[in-house]
């Protein structure tokens, strides 16, 4: 090649090894437009579709709870009818699962894991955009059912509710479809993860240098091909059940509920670790880079990250302690629950001791992830102590549980992820977002989120079930109602104020250069956006952190080169 | 003062970096400190006057009371993790900010004895939160016998030679619960006698509530009375109570049941066990009331054909 000769022409040993990039990309003739958008198997362009879209349902999904605690802001409250209520319940819920969290993580999954792993694109391209595709066409198959009616056995759909003899009209079945094409847009991208992370990495990642984020992904992937398999099983027994005369769930046939909520569950508690592993790895990713410092204990976090894995595909009937199930399995569930603190706490630990003697930068990524720290925290507790089953007796169904889950998968999950989204922003524009607007958008989030949500543990405590329309004024949870709306408000305030950043941001922020935080990872080495084939030069990695050698192989080589500079990729 | 000398002392406050990076952090740790006394005294209050606000509803039955103090050690026990973990983060993001001219941050990568420190030391904790729900578990769970100012129950052994009633079974009120869209029905042991929304009991008695649904899940709860019970159809579901006190104990349907959900309530009475004999004789009497007007109903049907 050219490019090798004119770099050991120029310098010898060392220096050879810094050289400016050849750019090769841009050959190929695309289509103009918006056909492009439509046909493109470019994992960075899907990835953008993958966050346009699940941002949008971030959106709805907000929207709809935020006429949810509009209408609990009072007792008796009038804004909407029981029937819609309980229709708004099952599409936030559905919403936000199924429609945001869960393919927000492929959206990053999408655009970084290539790079991060030095790859050119995911390993199948088309599938890639199919995974896309069908999310959406679930999302458009499941709104659809607003223009008839909304499914409304919440997201759970508990049978024999969701059967046909108490729920006939379609929301049901739209639902039913949503989890279809998600399952398998989730399962399809996930078996492209699996298969780019195991093969296509840079020369010399080794699994002991492969960034957090994507063992996250890695974890992420194997546990939606585990799990989805149950739930898509379980929605065709429903489907046949309302359609076609079977009577899986239906006791008067011989079948039974219980079943549903086995099988359910068994995909439900995978499933909130999908929502919160990837997570887990933008926080990993993300306090080493701000904190100046390698991250603490990298393989226990690995290491935790599979453990957590593993142990959620066995405690699944925590969600199931009030129905009636014998002892002896009551205690399992509360011990495999219990171990799986072990992990999440050491998680905790190691981030904590990464921000330990650091070097602290506050910028609007730091702020999220340490805002996740903080309330995550909280959410794990609250799960421990719904892990002891005589106390979740009390607990179950109430607010208490609706406040823990959204310590887990707002405080825990949406943090992550809007940190990942402060973090990498500049990488997918060239530009980076406003510092004012996101530490304004952190702090009305992060107050917004704990006046929600902290005071419905007291709500639920004070015996208020979830699920309900209205409440009397003699219950005593008036007060408690009137503050989590009020903080419900000031948290939707706060993100839109993150959603007008990107807008402006995108065409007026600063430019951002190849590597603005000084990061650790691959993806930060090319240029910003990244060009279409990503890297030229595959650069061989050495270590966890590669950007930090070559920073410094830059630097030792004595005349300065741009900030365009490269490793020869030796053994090519 | 003449603007000149005004700008000089402006200036020299502006540029005393020292002095001023020294307040500011005096200032931050008042204010860090003013923070962390607020939080404790907060803690403090709370068991006193906002108890209820942090702990589950108690006082009717003694599995209440059971789950109540359980729920106070595993809060108890995570306080401290809360408080060091919070206290770790804020103390880092104060102390450890990137300051000009600071200490470099330390390149460290791990510290073997440490993490298997707090791996284990989360462990010891987790063992000791299961032994303590081992110790109180038989308490939540098994229904006592019921007192001896309760109800008098069938069970009692009238001869000596006649076989002692099986155990766990003695000196309970058996009273079944049906979860029906959107109401509670109850049907009391012995006397065919029901109701509806309201359970009467007697205090100083064992109440076994056996659970059932007629069409969706349901779910039982009586928030001072203990836990909750699902009411799933197809099965049969059981919680107990013992109430000491008369006096009525409001609670609702816990799990989504369709759009009446919130209207789904619920409440028992407790009343003394005489009291409680004359409310099911009363019953009795009603429904013998009803059965009558109902067969002279058809009678007068019949003969007016």
Known sequence: MATTEYAAAERPTIRALVRPEVVMHGLREKPGGWLEWLTTTDHKKIGIMYFFVTFVFFIVGGVEALIIRTQLAQPDGTVVTPEIYNGLVSMHGTTMIFLFIVPVMAAFGNYFVPLMIGARDMAFPRLNALSLWLLVFGGVAFYASVFFTPPG??????????????????GIDAWIFLIHLTGLSSLVGAVNF???????????????????????????????????PAVAAAVTMLLTDRHFGTDFFDPTGGGDPLLWQHLFWFFGHPEVYIMALPAFGIISEVLPVFSRKPIFGYKAIAASTISIAFLSMLVWAH??????????????????????????????????????????????????????????VIGGITGVILAVFPVDWQLQDTYFVVAHLHYVLFGGSVFGIFSGLYYWFPKMSGRLMSEALGKASFWLMFVGFNLTFLIQHSAGLSGMPRRIYDYPADAGWTVFNEVSTFGSYMLGIGVMVTVVNVLISIKKGKVAGNDPWKANTLEWFTQSPPPENNFDVIPRVRSLEPMKDIRREVQQASEPVGTVAQPVASGT | MTPATKWITAATERYDAAALRSRLSNRRLIASAALAAAMLSLLALAPGAMADVFTPESGGSPNADDIDTLYKIVLYVSIPIFLLVEGVLIWSLV???????????????????????????????????????????????????????GLALGTQVASIDQPSPPKGSSKALEIGVNGQQYLWRYTYPGSGAYSYYKMVVPTNTTVVLKITSSDVAHSWWIPKLGGKADALPGHTNQTWFKISKEGTYKGQCAELCGEGHADMRASVQAVSPAKYQAFVANKQQELKAAQKALAAQRTAREESQ
């Open chain 1, 153 to 170: 056995a919440g997201w759970t759909s508990y049978a024999p509710l969701s059967d046909d003899a108490y729920l006939p009209s379609g």
């Open chain 1, 194 to 228: 699996v298969v780019t992370i195991q093969n296509m990495r840079a020369p010399g990642m080794s699994w002991g240098r492969v960034p957090l984020f994507v063992w996250s992904i890695l974890t992420y992937a194997y546990l939606l091909i585990a799990a989805l």
């Open chain 1, 319 to 376: 969600h199931m302690f009030t129905t009636p199930s014998p002892t002896v399995v009551l205690v399992f569930f509360m011990l495999s629950s219990f171990l799986i603190a072990v992990p999440t706490g050491i998680k905790i630990f190691n981030w904590l001791a990464t921000l330990w003697k650091g070097s602290i930068v506050f910028k609007t990524p730091l702020f999220f992830a340490v805002g996740f720290l903080a309330t995550f």
């Open chain 2, 95 to 149: 102390k450890f900010r990137a300051r000009r001219g600071g200490p470099q941050p330390v390149q460290i990568r791990g510290n073997s004895p440490l993490e298997l420190g707090w791996t284990v030391g989360a462990a010891v904790i987790l063992v000791v939160l299961a032994v303590v729900t081992f110790i109180y578990l038989p308490g939540i769970k098994n229904p006592p016998a019921s007192g001896p100012d």
